[in-house]
């Protein structure tokens, strides 16, 4: 019923402001200073107050520096205004933003920058009271403006564990926070943190919490177990892990054995505004295609190399130089369809004949699918399926470095897994895996199975780039030989346009369906699944 | 010492010669530390130490990496006497390719002293593991001592690739 009663609510709000409904909304630019002792407090108010100000309607939208992590904010605000006629007053500060919007809540709570997880606690409550989010210094500014104290968690917690604080926190609120989703708002901990997920969790009456899903925090990491067991089916975790408690890959692993799905990071921001706006009338996805379902290639004897780009679009190479140059494939956040599709409307406007969009990560959300339970993975591929036929993509791009440390190691996928995808996408061109390199291959009818063969990091002179792939080139001497290549977020275009250029031997850069389409009819690779003796940095939780 | 006893350790030394061989090799044993400022970028690890030891011709080179949380510490031994086998031969690889040591691989190696014994030579026929099944890769390496004996080049090249990778080390000096 709580999944309905979400479910429903989205539906409510998505699509309730299509080009046609010219309205109006109040726009903040805010700097980087995500200082705890310096800027964090009053981002934290505004993020709470954002999330009860866009309850019912789309009012507040943040606008950030180029150099956040989340460069999109900036060219959607003025999609916003163009494409769905929204008319923007700015907000120049917090008094200006609390005289507008006050009156969203009905009074504050009260936490403390000395122990790190009442921020969390205090979102929770926000949510569930429709509270602002204070430290001390600035409750004279909320009580100017008739705000009355809700709760205060200075000293309920002070000299205690953060698994002690988030045990009486479910005790006290998880019973009326939704359960078709939950905020992990860990990231950045210390002299910087940076919530700005926080406004999502507060306008859905979602958990926030920053527990461990390292197996040296067993108290932590029995606690969010339970929640993640007590969360529906098919629920998906918002935020990101704790950049000081364990990894990423811990994390991921640990709620896709649950089946859940992960939706970062924790600074993404805006989404209780951009859920609240469906694509504008008459627009529909059409990917660039460049071959058809049923097409027949033939490959020649040369290199063929295809470039994708994951990591969601929006920190990605979408807005440095050169995009178009170059065939690139785009690993698209299918949820955003969900969660902001305005978002996805404006990449697929601002796209190149070569820009070419592909399905993940793994599903409909991020996730491992080695560990994804065999009797959720039905679902959840259903979904995603769905998602992808919305999106006209017909590639799945798989990911699952539950035994990867970071971005090197066994990226594989066991032979049961890719069985499972074989079975469940019927309809795809075919599948790529990986990350960083993985040696998970296989073709199975038209569809091929191709891991990345390369990882481009940013920070790598592009001189030995371009010597890397000469030696995969030289080592790989069968012709045609399919040279998959994964490109690490903040790279641009440009850097690969000369890279190519150095390359040896007949090399064509080709779009990702056309790559597949001619693995499919040429295998010269061999098949290939994660052996059980290869060695893994992180054996899971079972 | 007398000026006939002199002469006589002299001519000693030069028919033997192993002061002058022996001296310069065992100058390379200890714990060598790369400096990535000077190096080529290595993909894939973020901390490299060499640790060389000697042992009549036998020399052991132990490569202790680091990459994050990853901590790995594996030992190549040659032989500079004759050309030995050896299973599960390490390659300091750049882990962003996808190439792999093939499992159950043995690796044909070869190694020398050269410049009196301020240079290893190793010589190493590699089998590995390719998207396209297994090739060989043939690696070329010398561990050359630098001027004032605080340094280390590595020198590694392939067949298949069109240029260099040189590491640089600085001796580590241990306490005790």
């Known amino acids: 019923?709580?999944?309905?009663?979400?479910?429903?609510?989205?539906?409510?709000?998505?699509?309730?402001?299509?080009?046609?409904?010219?309205?109006?909304?109040?726009?903040?630019?805010?700097?980087?200073?995500?200082?705890?002792?310096?800027?964090?407090?009053?981002?934290?108010?505004?993020?709470?107050?954002?999330?009860?100000?866009?309850?019912?309607?789309?009012?507040?939208?943040?606008?950030?520096?180029?150099?956040?992590?989340?460069?999109?904010?900036?060219?959607?605000?003025?999609?916003?205004?163009?494409?769905?006629?929204?008319?923007?007053?700015?907000?120049?500060?917090?008094?200006?933003?609390?005289?507008?919007?006050?009156?969203?809540?009905?009074?504050?709570?009260?936490?403390?920058?000395?122990?790190?997880?009442?921020?969390?606690?205090?979102?929770?409550?926000?949510?569930?009271?429709?509270?602002?989010?204070?430290?001390?210094?600035?409750?004279?500014?909320?009580?100017?403006?008739?705000?009355?104290?809700?709760?205060?968690?200075?000293?309920?917690?002070?000299?205690?564990?953060?698994?002690?604080?988030?045990?009486?926190?479910?005790?006290?609120?998880?019973?009326?926070?939704?359960?078709?989703?939950?905020?992990?708002?860990?990231?950045?901990?210390?002299?910087?943190?940076?919530?700005?997920?926080?406004?999502?969790?507060?306008?859905?009456?979602?958990?926030?919490?920053?527990?461990?899903?390292?197996?040296?925090?067993?108290?932590?990491?029995?606690?969010?177990?339970?929640?993640?067991?007590?969360?529906?089916?098919?629920?998906?975790?918002?935020?990101?892990?704790?950049?000081?408690?364990?990894?990423?890959?811990?994390?991921?692993?640990?709620?896709?054995?649950?089946?859940?799905?992960?939706?970062?990071?924790?600074?993404?921001?805006?989404?209780?505004?951009?859920?609240?706006?469906?694509?504008?009338?008459?627009?529909?996805?059409?990917?660039?295609?460049?071959?058809?379902?049923?097409?027949?290639?033939?490959?020649?004897?040369?290199?063929?190399?295809?470039?994708?780009?994951?990591?969601?679009?929006?920190?990605?190479?979408?807005?440095?130089?050169?995009?178009?140059?170059?065939?690139?494939?785009?690993?698209?956040?299918?949820?955003?369809?969900?969660?902001?599709?305005?978002?996805?409307?404006?990449?697929?406007?601002?796209?190149?004949p070569n820009d070419y969009f592909i399905g993940g990560l793994s599903g409909p959300g991020y996730m491992y699918p080695n560990h994804i339970p065999a009797d959720r993975f039905p679902l959840l591929m259903k979904e995603a399926r769905e998602l992808m036929a919305v999106l006209d993509e017909h590639i799945l791009e798989i990911m699952d470095n539950s035994a990867a440390d970071g971005n090197a190691g066994n990226a594989d996928l066991t032979k049961e897994t890719v069985d499972r995808y074989y079975a469940t996408f019927p309809d795809v061109l075919g599948f790529i895996n990986g990350y960083g390199p993985a040696r998970t291959r296989d073709l199975r009818d038209t569809r091929p199975l191709l891991s990345y063969e390369y990882y481009i990091d940013p920070r790598r002179p592009r001189a030995e780039v371009s010597a890397d792939l000469n030696e995969l080139i030289a080592l790989n001497a069968t012709r045609p030989y399919f040279l998959l290549v994964h490109v690490r977020e903040s790279n641009d275009v440009n850097s690969l346009v000369e890279i190519v250029k150095q390359l040896d031997g007949p090399v064509e850069v080709v779009p990702l369906d056309v790559f597949l389409k001619l693995a499919a009819r040429n295998k010269t690779y061999t098949t290939r699944y994660q052996d059980p003796a290869d060695p893994k940095h992180f054996k899971g939780y079972r | 010492m007398t000026h006939r006893f002199r002469r006589l350790l002299f001519v000693l030394l030069v028919i033997t010669g192993l002061p002058a061989q022996a001296e310069p090799a065992s100058l390379l044993a200890g714990r060598w530390r790369l400096d990535p400022a000077r190096s080529t970028a290595l993909d894939g690890w973020t901390a490299w130490d060499l640790v060389i030891a000697v042992d009549g011709s036998r020399v052991s080179l132990r490569h202790d990496m680091q990459w994050r949380a990853t901590k790995r510490s594996v030992t190549n031994t040659v032989d500079t006497a004759a050309p030995s086998v050896v299973p599960d031969f390490f390659r300091v690889e750049q882990r962003h390719m996808a190439l792999y040591p093939a499992k159950g691989g043995t690796t044909a190696v070869r190694a020398a002293w050269l410049d009196a014994g301020r240079t290893l030579r190793v010589e190493a026929d590699t089998p590995i593991e390719i998207s396209q099944g297994q090739a060989t890769l043939r690696l070329y390496l010398e561990y050359r001592l630098v001027e004032g004996d605080g340094s280390l080049v590595l020198i590694e090249l392939h067949r298949t690739r069109p240029q260099p990778l040189v590491y640089r080390f600085t001796r580590v000096i241990e306490a005790k």
Not at chain 1, 73 to 97: C, D, I
Not at chain 1, 118 to 135: H, K, P, Y
Not at chain 1, 143 to 167: F, M, S, V, W
Not at chain 1, 263 to 271: A, M, Q
């Open chain 1, 1 to 352: 019923m709580r999944r309905f009663i979400f479910l429903l609510s989205l539906v409510l709000t998505t699509g309730a402001w299509g080009a046609d409904s010219v309205r109006s909304a109040f726009v903040m630019r805010w700097n980087l200073d995500w200082q705890v002792a310096g800027g964090l407090p009053e981002k934290v108010l505004l993020l709470s107050l954002q999330g009860l100000a866009n309850r019912a309607a789309p009012q507040l939208y943040i606008v950030h520096p180029p150099e956040y992590q989340w460069e999109i904010t900036g060219p959607l605000f003025s999609f916003y205004e163009r494409k769905h006629g929204v008319k923007f007053t700015e907000l120049a500060t917090t008094e200006e933003a609390l005289t507008r919007f006050a009156g969203s809540g009905k009074g504050y709570v009260v936490w403390d920058p000395a122990v790190a997880a009442t921020m969390n606690v205090a979102f929770t409550i926000a949510g569930l009271e429709d509270a602002l989010v204070v430290t001390p210094a600035l409750i004279p500014l909320v009580e100017k403006h008739g705000l009355k104290p809700i709760d205060d968690l200075r000293g309920r917690y002070n000299g205690q564990t953060d698994a002690q604080i988030y045990t009486d926190a479910v005790a006290r609120y998880w019973a009326r926070c939704t359960h078709d989703a939950i905020m992990l708002l860990g990231g950045h901990v210390g002299a910087v943190r940076m919530p700005g997920m926080a406004d999502w969790g507060v306008r859905q009456k979602m958990f926030f919490h920053d527990l461990s899903a390292n197996p040296r925090h067993p108290e932590e990491l029995a606690l969010e177990q339970k929640l993640f067991s007590q969360l529906t089916p098919g629920a998906t975790v918002f935020g990101w892990h704790s950049y000081g408690k364990d990894t990423e890959e811990q994390h991921t692993t640990l709620l896709s054995s649950y089946g859940l799905k992960m939706e970062g990071l924790h600074n993404l921001p805006n989404l209780s505004f951009n859920c609240q706006f469906s694509f504008t009338p008459g627009f529909k996805f059409t990917n660039t295609h460049h071959v058809a379902r049923a097409a027949q290639l033939t490959a020649e004897a040369k290199v063929y190399l295809a470039f994708v780009q994951s990591d969601s679009i929006g920190i990605g190479v979408w807005t440095k130089p050169g995009r178009g140059k170059l065939p690139f494939a785009w690993q698209v956040t299918m949820n955003w369809t969900k969660f902001s599709p305005a978002a996805l409307e404006y990449f697929h406007e601002s796209a190149t």
